[in-house]
């Protein structure tokens, strides 16, 4: 069935430094995927996407990486700031659909260390 | 542009009752999805709707529908309220290959 995990709950980061945030896919049918960040009392807030036909895409201090291969998909976040501090959850399509269907990860807190 | 908007944002109910939740989209997005979101389950897809017509489902029971107007402004109705129907609603509207932008959720307490 459709599930997506995540390798670690809780992550911890020095503010400037980079963060990397894991995720592990298992629907080797799915062809879209994408990160949200939500903070506490809003609603997930899109990052950034890939489609299966790219292995890396880069936005303003953010980079996904996917890896179909081990099916394992990661967030990157460079000079991460107080701001960034807030939980990070991976999305897939799955098999046949579009866009609007999406299996979410569990999701990783990540904090930001003055 | 004005992003998703959800009403209301807070509601309480008792067991039994029912609830109706709203959701407008972005402008020029025909596509809303909702999810229901939980300490337990996390976030889980409850169904999507585009041009009036509900296209994806998740495994939710018969208790939870909704429907789409045509302009694009969706409901979702839960009758028969249960305790652990407590949780997050979340609307999310998108264009046809875009990703999905989220509102800020209706948070339904059941009491």
């Known amino acids: 069935g459709e599930s997506v995990g995540l390798h670690l709950p809780t992550l911890s980061v020095q503010e400037g430094d980079n963060s990397i945030i894991n995720c592990a896919y298992s629907n080797s049918a799915s062809d879209y995927f994408i990160w949200y960040k939500q903070e506490s009392g809003k609603g997930p807030q899109f990052i950034i996407d890939?489609?299966?036909?790219?292995d890396k895409r880069q936005g303003q201090r953010v980079t996904v990486l996917l890896n179909k291969t081990v099916k394992h998909l990661s967030l990157q976040i460079a000079a991460t700031q107080p701001g960034d501090s807030a939980v990070y959850f991976c999305a897939e399509n799955g098999s046949n659909f579009g866009n609007e269907k999406l299996t979410f990860g569990t999701g990783t807190r990540l904090t930001i260390i003055p | 542009k004005a992003g998703v908007t959800q009403t209301p944002r807070y509601l309480i109910k008792t067991r039994g009752q029912q609830v109706t939740l709203s959701c407008s989209p972005i402008?020029?997005?025909?596509?809303v999805s909702w999810y229901q979101q939980t300490p337990g389950q996390g976030l889980q897809f409850l169904f999507e709707?585009?041009?009036?017509?509900?296209?994806n489902k998740g495994n939710f029971p018969g208790r939870f529908s909704g429907r789409q107007f045509s302009n694009s402004r969706s409901e979702m109705n839960v009758s028969t309220l249960e305790l652990g129907d407590s949780a997050l609603y979340l609307c999310?509207?998108?264009?046809?290959?875009?990703?999905?932008?989220f509102g800020p959720g209706t948070r339904l307490t059941v009491l």
């Open positions: 402008s020029g997005h025909r596509s």
């Open positions: 999310a509207s998108s264009t046809r290959q875009g990703p999905q932008y």
């Open positions: 890939i489609r299966s036909n790219m």
């Open positions: 709707y585009f041009s009036e017509t509900q296209r």
